[in-house]
């Protein structure tokens, strides 16, 4: 053996002193080798038990941004430039990819630590990713980069082994049981990301090991070995690089390929041809397993991972090539699916002295491995070598990376060499295909248009691996984060996170009582609402024509509203399944906790200003979270006068629970009518009635022809309607207008504020105008957002100068402002159906959050005719009404709920809503006066609020009148009582304008 070189590796491989490459990624267990080493030890020094505990896992999701208690010591980059981090290396840094590379070294003497110190301090610490951290901005998390830091190489890890005894009885075992101790601890993420562990013990076939763990974001695999081996040199020459193979194939002499002929080009146009076709195959095949298709279960999925290695002979792979005319890779891959048959062949119960008929092995397994392949030419170790000496910069390095899908035969074959035959089939049909540089590309445009979170779900991975854990899965409360207000001392005023095991209560240590009942699952809208970004809920407020007597209102919720199934449960998810399913736990409910009166902190307020103290009241609700460890309702009275009401009670509920009108319902299924108090009120119905069967079937060919037009017309408009969601999902935004909210903006708090029109004066222009009211509700925002806009406009068009005020001051024409509108997919339950529900007496009436999107434009232009908004109004709801886009969006919601994850689909949704002005509703309510336990109900008021959007726009109809609710950004519009006034006088202006033209 030669003497130590630099970093005191040699390399001799003829000699059998290997190196053995292999990837492992992080698991959710603990150690199973006892290390005392402090660098396997958290921060605090005590050993951490696994790689995501509460501090890494918040770790992960910001990698280092200078909070928390790790302090990054920066060093003085003297002018070096901080280089971006590539998506790739960002996507290696989330939870469920957090992957590293491990390097198994053997040698033929033991190890001299100072020497390697040495070594590395003059080669691998010289090179960027080695002596530097991924820093991500403050900007979104979208940005980041490679900050230079001061590297004191403590790096190298001496471990203290607890049974010193086996490093003389089992000393392979050892090593094995270490490097599988390593896959279970994450690194320090507060330095770069490297360590090497040298284990000075004699073992069966070397003097001493060591372990070059590196984190996958430093670089791809290939480029990293090749960076390793720049590090080496040739053990007969200490002064040189080592010799690698070139395995690329030179290009025919250019005399042969310009007169190449007529013949040589249509051979080429066929290859083009076929590398067209064979990219499409492969990525429609992609996108398949992406979504849906998986691998064939067999033995050899699973979720822990243990790092063996065997030598074989290099000669003996040669041979095979050189006898059947392809390559090492071709007789590799032959030979990985020669041995996954045997393995399985053995562990379905076939033994070699079988005879093949009794062959036990399932015919038509699929079975694939995922390939990394580096879009970019790998750099050489000489022109590493030459970067790690500074003295060349030009050299490209990072993860340009895509996936290859590589399908493995598992059969048994009576001539071994068909092994060989098809794997080089199936390498040369791989050649032949631009799959890895699509897979690139997708990735990247996935991030742009989306986030790095959506494309580290591991619904790909999952195709190939199917968990066979056969342990009973654990339970814990829903992980919700409710944050209203930015603290600036770097934390979320008011932020919760509940999680817990099963009744465990997890606010204030108080213990949650569960109570017997059938639990059912979480729908995906509920969980949705349950996703940072989108914790929502939905406020009722009620205006009481009497003082409100709690005791009665207490009695009546225990009767009603607390035996229906969700009022009384608690959403709880499986541990075990990723998150990925949840469900209802039934809870006993103390009735006084979720009954709140406040003590005002200004009572003089009552009756100086009892209307602000209200809605001041209902804008401090959307601050504050609700308490996650019982069910997530609450009942707020109010009981002063206002100048509308003698007491006002304020509703407050998760919309998880339900959809809006599904709760309303239900919240009318707890009143009665005024004038008899033992009926349920009158709702009108809004579906239209179908004809006769008679004239059904006697319509004739005409009226066929006209369903078949109906037909197409529904299908264009849905098609047409999923292109505009789409590209509004990815691209497409509003104009920005004073509508518009800033991002954030659904965490800050909202005012909610009301109006009361008069319904008579919207059913006489529905009469006039021949449409719904519906269309009426359409056409009067259009015009009062018209009329707000402008007011705005003007407003800020005299603030320039004189010259400019002359000019005539006009909205402009193209204003892109449009609305999201909740749609319930299921037909909403009728309150008698709800009534007997919380009564006992049926057990048939569906619940949940089935709910679509439906995207709403509205008209923004100042019209000279007040009715023309109406018409506009009017054409736009029948071509919503005409179009599948509710139940599309929501079939593609529940797509991407069960392929990549609930997070992915509320990053869709919120990417949706922020391109998007104004959240859009309006329900029917009774036709007479109603009870709310005993008290007469003057108004009805409700809204929603945790959306990303500044401006929630309610129409609520109740006796004689229509109640239009706002609940707007007060720092984005300062002014919602101009807002609501400008929705009054439109309206008025459009009634007065019926019998002029009459």
Not at 134 to 153: D, M, Q, Y
Not at 301 to 329: E, F, P, Q, W, Y
Not at 468 to 475: S, V
Not at 521 to 538: A, E, K, N, T, W
């Amino acid at each position: 053996m030669g003497d130590w070189s630099r970093l005191g590796i040699v390399l001799e491989r003829q000699a059998g002193k290997d190196f053995v490459g292999s990837v492992s990624t992080c698991t959710h267990c603990s150690p199973r080798l006892p290390v005392h080493g402090s660098e396997l030890q958290g921060r605090d020094g005590a050993q951490e038990e696994g790689p995501l505990g509460k501090d890494r896992e918040k770790e992960l999701g910001a990698w280092i941004c200078g909070g928390g208690s790790m302090s990054v010591e920066q060093r003085d980059n003297g002018g070096v430039e901080e280089e971006p981090v590539s998506p790739s290396t960002r996507l290696f840094h989330q939870p469920c990819l957090d992957c590293y590379i491990v390097g198994i070294m053997r040698f033929g003497k033991p190890l001299d630590v100072d020497v390697v110190k040495s070594g590395l301090e003059a080669t691998l610490v010289r090179h960027p990713p080695f002596s530097s951290m991924p820093v991500i901005e403050e900007a979104g998390g979208k940005k980041a980069k490679w900050v230079r830091t001061e590297v004191v190489v403590n790096h190298i890890v001496i471990p203290s082994l607890e049974d010193a005894g086996r490093t003389t009885t089992s000393p392979d075992q050892l090593v094995e049981d270490y490097v599988a101790s390593l896959t279970c601890n994450p690194m320090d993420h507060s330095r770069p990301l490297w360590d090497l562990h040298i284990l000075n013990i004699p073992t069966s076939d070397a003097a001493a090991v060591a372990v070059l763990r590196l984190h996958h974001s430093l670089g791809n695999g290939t480029s990293l070995v090749s960076l390793f081996l720049t590090c080496t040199r040739k053990a007969s020459d200490p002064d040189s690089l080592p010799t690698i193979p070139n395995h690329y194939l030179r290009r025919p002499p250019a005399s042969e390929r310009l007169h190449a002929g007529a013949f040589t080009r249509l051979l080429w146009l066929w290859t083009f041809v076929m590398l067209a076709w064979n990219t499409l195959v492969d990525v429609f095949r992609f996108t398949a397993t992406s979504i849906f298709l998986k691998d064939t279960p067999t033995p050899l999925t699973g979720s822990k991972g243990r790092i063996v290695h065997r030598s074989v002979s290099l000669n003996d792979i040669k041979d095979v090539k050189n006898a059947m005319h392809c390559s090492v890779n071709d007789v590799l891959v032959g030979v990985t699916s020669a041995g996954l048959s045997r393995y399985l062949s053995r562990r379905y119960g076939h033994t070699d002295n079988d005879d093949s008929e009794k062959n036990q092995l399932p015919s038509n397994i699929r079975l694939r491995s995922t390939l990394l392949v580096n879009i970019r030419p790998i750099p050489g170790i000489h022109a590493l070598a030459e970067l790690m000496e500074g003295r060349d910069d030009e050299t490209k390095w990072g993860n340009f990376i895509g996936y290859i899908i590589l399908p493995f035969s598992i059969m048994r074959r009576k001539n071994p060499l068909d092994y060989i035959r098809r794997a080089k089939a199936t390498a040369d049909r791989r050649k032949n295909s631009l799959e890895a540089i699509f897979t690139y590309k997708g990735a990247g445009l996935i991030i742009k248009c989306f986030c790095i979170r959506i494309l580290s779900s591991a619904s790909l991975i999952e195709s190939f691996m199917d968990s066979k854990d056969g342990a009973a899965p654990r339970m814990r409360h829903l992980s919700i984060r409710t944050e209203r207000q930015s603290d600036p001392t770097g934390g979320s005023a008011g932020e919760e996170e509940v999680e817990g095991g099963r009744g465990r209560g997890v606010k204030e240590g108080r213990r949650l009582e569960e109570r017997s009942g059938e639990e059912e699952p979480v729908s995906p809208g509920g969980r949705l609402f349950h996703q940072r970004g989108f914790d929502c809920y939905i406020v009722a407020i009620m205006g009481c024509a009497k003082p409100i007597d709690v005791g009665v209102v207490k009695s009546g919720l225990e009767k009603t509203l607390v035996r229906h199934p969700r009022f009384c449960s608690i959403p709880v998810v499986l541990d075990d399944t990723g998150g990925t399913k949840s469900t209802w736990v039934p809870a006993k409910v103390v009735v006084d906790e979720h009954i709140v009166i406040p003590d005002l902190a200004d009572p003089r307020r009552i009756t100086t200003s009892p209307d602000q103290l209200v809605e001041d009241y209902i804008a401090s609700l959307t601050c504050i979270p609700m308490d996650h460890s019982r069910p997530l309702w609450e009942l707020h009275v109010l009981n002063f006068p206002t100048s509308d009401a003698a007491a006002v009670a304020v509703l407050r509920l998760h919309h998880s629970l339900g959809d809006g009108i599904s709760l309303m319902s239900l919240l009318l299924a707890c009143t009665r009518k005024a004038s008899h108090p033992d009926s349920l009120p009158t709702v009108p119905s809004h579906y239209s009635r179908r004809p006769p069967a008679s004239k059904r079937h006697h319509a004739g060919v005409f009226t066929l022809l006209l369903w078949l037009w109906a037909f197409l017309i529904l299908a264009w408009n849905t098609l047409v309607d999923v292109v505009c969601f789409t590209a509004t999902s990815i691209f497409l935004k509003d104009t920005p207008t004073p509508l518009m909210g800033p991002q954030g903006v659904e965490h800050r708090p909202k005012r909610i504020v009301h109006r009361s029109v008069s319904l008579d004066d919207i059913k006489d222009v529905k009469n006039a105008m021949h449409c719904t009211i519906n269309d009426v509700l359409v056409g009067v925002t259009s015009a009062g957002l018209s009329r707000y806009l402008s007011g705005r406009h003007e407003q800020n068009s005299n603030d320039d100068d004189a010259k400019k005020k002359k000019k005539k001051k006009e909205l402009s024409s193209h204003i892109r402002l449009r609305s999201t509108l909740l749609v319930n997919i299921r037909p909403a339950p009728g309150i008698h159906a709800l009534a007997e529900l919380m009564e006992g007496r049926d057990g048939g009436t569906k619940w949940g959050n089935l709910i679509g999107y439906i995207i709403l434009p509205f008209d923004i232009f100042n019209h000279k005719d007040p009715l023309d908004y109406v018409r506009r109004g009017k054409a736009i709801a029948d071509r919503k009404k005409n179009s599948l886009e509710a139940i599309f969006t929501y079939k593609s919601a529940e797509l991407i709920v069960k392929c990549l994850g609930i997070k992915a689909a509320a990053k869709l949704c919120h990417r949706m809503l922020t391109h998007t002005t104004l959240a859009f509703s309006n329900m029917v309510g009774p036709v007479e006066e109603i009870e709310f336990f005993g008290h007469p109900l003057v108004y009805l008021a409700p809204s929603a609020y945790g959306h990303p959007q500044a401006v929630t726009i309610h129409f609520q109809s109740y006796m004689n009148t229509m109640k239009i609710v706002l609940a707007v950004d007060d720092k984005v519009i300062s002014d919602p009582h101009q807002l609501l006034d400008d929705f009054a006088e439109s309206l008025k202006i459009i009634r007065e304008a019926i019998p002029a033209r009459s």
